[in-house]
T-cell receptor, first 115, second 109 residues
């Protein structure tokens, strides 16, 4: 049982490049989400999903795209990277389908730098 | 949306001391969780505590939902307790967890 697995752990991009951060969980969790963490800002929700085929926007969705084709995977796509997207990204999942009732478990994070 | 405020923002303790971290939230909640982010950046779920009191070893937490606050107690602190402690809350209905900005704890030997 690996929990929540994120790849890559580190990535450097040039402005305008695109990339995908991968997130996979093996706990059969319904709910998955992406957060970004910036200094002094806590964690801010980007996108979330309450099940396969269902996604919704969080607090800071602009510049990011998601899809949920399987229960296990929830990739985050940066369409055209900007320096403002330099951050640490965390994927999190929960067994409970309803976003506000379950314990949240986090991956180890992906540190992204956009030059 | 719901506002989550944590205090103090920074805390320095001698090893063996006790501490209390506070989390205030602006609305009634269905979900309240405490997390510890260690110096390597890993986020660990400490407590799921929308109401009541829970204990896990040297850590305990109490949420008084009617007064809209939660407290995290750390007793006999150790250097491994260092890191950032986050509180996160969500209102009733289908609203996601909102995180506070954290309390940075440094425990020195």
């Amino acid at each position: 049982n690996a929990g929540v697995t994120q790849t890559p752990k580190f990535q450097v991009l040039k402005t305008g490049q695109s990339m995908t951060l991968q997130c996979a969980q093996d706990m059969n969790h319904e709910y998955m989400s992406w957060y970004r963490q910036d200094p002094g800002m806590g964690l801010r929700l980007i996108h979330y999903s309450v099940g396969a085929g269902i996604t919704d926007q969080g607090e800071v969705p602009n510049g990011y795209n998601v899809s949920r084709s399987t229960t296990e995977d929830f990739p985050l796509r940066l369409l055209s990277a900007a320096p403002s997207q330099t951050s640490v990204y965390f994927c999190a999942s929960s067994y409970e389908r309803h976003v506000n009732t379950g314990e949240l478990f986090f991956g180890e994070g992906s540190r992204l730098t956009v030059l | 949306g719901i506002q989550v405020e944590q205090s103090p923002p920074d805390l320095i303790l001698q090893e063996g001391a006790n501490s209390t971290l506070r989390c205030n939230f602006s609305d009634s909640v269905n979900n309240l969780q405490w997390f510890h982010q260690n110096p390597w950046g890993q986020l660990i779920n400490l407590f799921y505590i929308p109401s009541g009191t829970k204990q896990n070893g040297r850590l305990s937490a109490t949420t008084v939902a009617t007064e809209r606050y939660s407290l995290l107690y750390i007793s006999s602190s150790q250097t491994t307790d260092s890191g950032v402690y986050f509180c996160a809350a969500a209102r009733s209905g289908n609203t996601p967890l909102v995180f506070g900005k954290g309390t940075r704890l440094s425990v020195i030997a």
